[in-house]
């Protein structure tokens, strides 16, 4: 029974979450940090005003921890269910190559494989800055993409590379179709024309590029 579990476990695709541990982490210890400072060593209206910032970051913390249980396959998988939402908007005959601008661990990359059993997909990814270029950085690696294709059953028809979304390394019109999910919202404002000019570029019919992102 034991040894089964294990086994299970050792299948599963890792797709994380979202909402880092790292960002939590880093929340809890601003919000301990405010609170000793209200209370240990300031005064007045200092502590009152370290006071707040500490409550602020408590609930900061709050939201966060709830988001990343509702995105987890615990918590209601919101994370599937957006993914689902993506595709179900694809609108994509599956012939030829796609790419997933931003791709994390590969959810949508497999997705997208899953789908269009013809289709090779490619899926980018600048995994591995620091935590102040990107909080996701280190929780999704191109590792875990091709450990997840290769669980998912599609690492025949899947190529994962690092590149970055503001100067994507393809030629003019190499893909048939472009997605992207959740990504958009973490470039600079003044890199975004950049990159909608270039996946346009990339990708030989625009409108069959499908890319969801909070602003
Ligand atoms: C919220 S995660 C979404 C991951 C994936 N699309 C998914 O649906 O799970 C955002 C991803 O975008 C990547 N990212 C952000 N800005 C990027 C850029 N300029 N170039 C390449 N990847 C980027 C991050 O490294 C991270 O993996």
Redesign the pocket.
């Known amino acids: 029974m034991r040894k089964n579990v294990t086994k299970l476990k050792a299948n599963e695709p890792d797709?994380g979450n979202?909402v880092s541990m790292r960002g939590l982490y880093t929340l809890g210890a601003l919000a301990i940090f405010f609170l000793i400072l209200s209370f240990v060593f300031l005064a007045g209206l200092a502590a009152a005003a370290a006071f707040l910032v500490a409550a602020a970051f408590f609930v900061a913390l709050g939201y966060n921890t709830f988001m990343r249980y509702t995105f987890s396959p615990r918590g209601g998988n919101l994370?599937a269910q957006i993914?689902e939402m993506v595709l179900d908007h694809f609108d994509w005959d599956g012939e030829g190559q796609a790419l997933d601008i931003?791709?994390?661990?590969g959810?949508?990359t497999i997705a997208v494989a899953k789908k269009f059993p013809k289709a090779r997909v490619t899926g980018?990814?600048?995994?591995g800055g620091t935590i102040f270029k990107?909080e996701?950085?280190r929780a999704?690696s191109k590792q875990a993409c091709e450990r997840n294709a290769q669980i998912e059953g599609v690492a025949d028809r899947v190529t994962f590379q690092r590149a970055?979304?503001?100067a994507l390394p393809f030629d003019d019109e190499s893909f048939d179709a472009a997605v992207s999910?959740?990504?958009f919202y973490?470039?600079d404002a003044r890199d975004k024309e950049t990159l909608s000019k270039s996946r346009c570029e990339s990708s030989r019919k625009a409108e069959r590029s499908h890319f969801m992102s909070p602003s």
């Open positions: 797709y979202w994370e993914r931003g791709c994390g661990n959810p949508l980018i990814d600048y995994w990107n996701y950085s999704y970055s979304a503001r999910n959740f990504v973490l470039v």
